[in-house]
């Protein structure tokens, strides 16, 4: 069985622990999955082998620009999420050892929720 990081048990846990400290963060089920507000927003949402897919991932709120380098630079770990993909967001496959950069993603997902934060928990943020 792979080992898995240091710091957590799991993708979810993982992603649990980068958005905990950013301000009027909302965590809740949506369509099945968990699912992250900033505000009144979605930023990210997880899934695991959402309709049969294979993958454990996480979406992320992006733009089209972000998405389409991410996918042609490692389309292993980067692809186009069904429903919100058009839209610009990045999936990414978070359950392929040794090659998350977990960084890059709390990079995307720190993006993704200054794209829909409200300007009083960016405030925050920024003191």
Known sequence: MAKRNKRSDSPLDRLREIVVAWPEIDERVSHGSPTWWGGKKTFA????NHHGDGRIAVW????????EDLVSAAPHLFFVPPYVGPSGWIGVDVDVDGEIDWEIVAALLEAGYRAVAPKRALNLMNE
């Open 60 to 67: 992320i709120r992006s733009d089209a620009d972000t998405q």
């Open 45 to 48: 949402s997880f899934h695991d």
